[in-house]
């Protein structure tokens, strides 16, 4: 087997705060091999920002990350903060919801899309400015030479979602990670947003993380998928066998609240009851088991482990949807 790109065990990150210690980011462990595609999903509050950040170390200053995260074999948590930025500078690049949190409003279009190549590649200034150019072209903006010269604020929010995605691009990342990426943006525009990083993902081959809310998002986008659920992996599949055959019972939960265009007008649409898990909480049981219908005694005074099936399914429920399978087999490094 080869090395994965990306190799996490046993990832936490905890947030000290005044009402408690935030388990962000609880026990977590995944692989994603070169030029592949995960989506990361799960209700607002449940990691997923947390996770992503935890892998290029750019969490609140006060948090407390372990456990293990190797990029090509090499041990990203014993870098230094500065360590890591050099090594992952031109590696991984991150497009966030809000570009305009993102993209420096003083600074013209042109300089923010220089300055990683001139860093990190150590191209000079002309040579640059023709890969702007042809980076704005790829990812789809018109008169891509009069918006180099302008600023941020002269675009509109799915033209400046496209030059943040042109800026991630521009040092050719090996992986690159977008955290609800689109979530800001009207729908149809969200549409052609995401076909873009789809199409430029395979294009360069590059490997890519499509955080979202939203299951329909990361549908026919991704090559697996990984649930989120109070800080922890609670499901991971290829998005196949995700979809036709969820195992963990908030998976169907989740699937079950997607209106589906088959379904009658005025089908009601399933929300998952109850709230979100308090991520302060410590105690045994399963994180969703107060909200679960399946929930057994078990549920409530054993956290279930993450467990392998037949290919590569892994989930932590212990009444599975469909039944326990006898081929189960414990995930090295995950859970406690
Ligand atoms: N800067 C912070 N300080 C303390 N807790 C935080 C901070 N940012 C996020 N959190 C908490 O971490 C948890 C996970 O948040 P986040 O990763 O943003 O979730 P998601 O991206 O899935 O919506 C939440 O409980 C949130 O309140
Ligand atoms: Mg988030």
Do not use: W
Not at 315 to 327: E, K, Y
């Amino acid at each position: 087997m080869t090395t994965p790109l990306l190799s996490v065990r046993d990832l936490r990150t905890h947030i000290p705060t005044p009402r408690g210690l935030v388990r962000a980011v609880e026990g977590v462990s995944f692989d994603l091999e070169r030029g592949r595609t995960l989506g990361l999903v799960g209700e607002s509050g449940s990691g997923k920002s947390m996770l992503v950040r935890s892998l290029i170390g750019i969490t609140p200053a006060r948090a407390e990350r372990s456990g293990e995260i190797r990029m090509d074999g090499e041990d990203l948590l014993r870098l230094s903060r500065a360590g890591l930025r050099r090594y992952l500078g031109r590696r991984v690049a991150m497009v966030f919801q809000d570009p305009m949190t993102s993209l420096n409003p003083v600074v013209r279009i042109g300089r923010q899309l220089t300055e990683g190549p001139v860093r990190h590649l150590g191209m000079n200034r002309r040579r640059a400015e023709e890969r702007a150019l042809e980076l704005l072209r790829q990812v789809g903006i018109p008169e891509p030479e009069r918006r180099l010269r302008q600023y941020p604020h002269q675009l509109s929010g799915g033209m400046r979602q496209r030059v943040m995605i042109a800026i991630a691009l521009a040092c050719e990342p090996e992986l690159l990670i977008a955290d609800e990426a689109t979530t800001a943006l009207d729908v149809t525009v969200q549409k052609q947003i995401l076909d873009l990083l789809s199409h430029l993902q395979r294009e360069r081959g590059m490997a890519m993380i499509m955080v979202s809310h939203d299951l329909g998002v990361v549908a026919g986008r991704t090559d697996e998928v990984a649930v989120m659920y109070g800080g922890r992996l609670v499901e991971q599949a290829t998005t196949t066998a995700l979809f036709d055959a969820p195992r963990h019972r908030y998976t169907r939960a989740l699937l079950d609240a997607i209106p589906r265009m088959d379904h009658p007008r005025g089908t009601p649409l399933r929300t998952i009851e109850g709230s979100p898990p308090d991520l302060t909480r410590t105690g045994p049981g399963c994180p969703f088991a107060p909200r679960c219908a399946a929930r057994v005694d078990a549920c409530v005074t054993t956290e279930p482990q993450l467990v392998r099936e037949d290919g590569g399914h892994t989930h932590a429920c212990l009444v599975p949807v469909g039944g326990p399978r006898r081929t189960a087999t414990a995930v090295r490094g995950a859970g406690t």
